[in-house]
T-cell receptor, first 114, second 113 residues
Framework: QKEVEQDPGPLSVPEGAIVSLNCTYS??????FMWYRQYSRKGPELLMY????GNKEDGRFTAQVDKSSKYISLFIRDSQPSDSATYLC??????????????FGKGTKLSVIP | DVKVTQSSRYLVKRTGEKVFLECVQD?????MFWYRQDPGLGLRLIYF???????EKGDIPEGYSVSREKKERFSLILESASTNQTSMYLC????????????FGPGTRLTVL
């Protein structure tokens, strides 16, 4: 089983829809959870950053972490065509000797249709 | 404003050539990273550096080397380019190694013929 699983999509939704993007993971040591957004022909940029379980909201975006189920989600409310991008989850865990490992999901490609 | 720049957006090289990809950050970050991104495989870490002249192998270091002579600059070197190194290469930097925001450059699309 891969450490981080993310459905690659593509996912197409109409403008204004609520979008749910998800990742599951197997390493219970993951502590830091991130969502990156990557527009076509650009590098990824951090969208949301959470530590431990719970919800974090930023405008139309909500990141949710359920450590008991090893499941993280990103919700986008009132989706806009400008949200069309690939969304990558990422998570990090302490791997010993003062170092951490960071693992990215493969990304979900989202298209919001006007 | 945070900035990571990469020397080329697009590069075409021939098999066997030595290739240099340059990355510069202006945030005084200790940590810099090189990834490659391929469809269906996602982002894979090649090398990272946590200080000047220091480097650590990532998940797929074979066929690559790196150089960090100055804090702001991190170079990825393909000693003898091969067709299976055709990919999008992304550089990133961060304050903390793997627990902090990574700031990515725009990427270099390398094609090896």
């Amino acid at each position: 089983q891969k450490e981080v699983e993310q459905d690659p999509g593509p996912l197409s939704v109409p403008e204004g829809a609520i979008v749910s993007l998800n990742c599951t993971y197997s390493n219970s040591a993951f502590q830091y959870f991130m969502w990156y957004r990557q527009y076509s022909r650009k590098g990824p940029e951090l969208l949301m950053y959470t530590y431990s379980s719970g919800n974090k909201e930023d405008g139309r975006f909500t990141a949710q972490v359920d450590k008991s189920s090893k499941y993280i989600s990103l919700f986008i409310r009132d989706s806009q065509p400008s949200d069309s991008a690939t969304y990558l989850c990422a998570m990090s865990a302490y791997s010993g000797a003062g170092s951490y490992q960071l693992t990215f999901g493969k990304g979900t490609k989202l298209s919001v249709i006007p | 404003d945070v900035k990571v720049t990469q020397s080329s957006r697009y590069l075409v090289k021939r098999t066997g050539e030595k290739v240099f990809l340059e990355c510069v950050q202006d945030m005084d970050h200790e940590n810099m990273f090189w990834y490659r991104q391929d469809p269906g495989l996602g982002l894979r870490l090649i090398y990272f550096s946590y200080d000047v002249k220091m480097k650590e192998k990532g998940d797929i270091p074979e066929g690559y080397s790196v150089s960090r002579e100055k804090k702001e600059r991190f170079s990825l070197i393909l000693e003898s380019a091969s067709t299976n190194q055709t990919s999008m290469y992304l550089c990133a930097s961060s304050l903390a190694t793997f627990t902090d925001t990574q700031y990515f450059g725009p990427g270099t699309r390398l094609t090896v013929l």
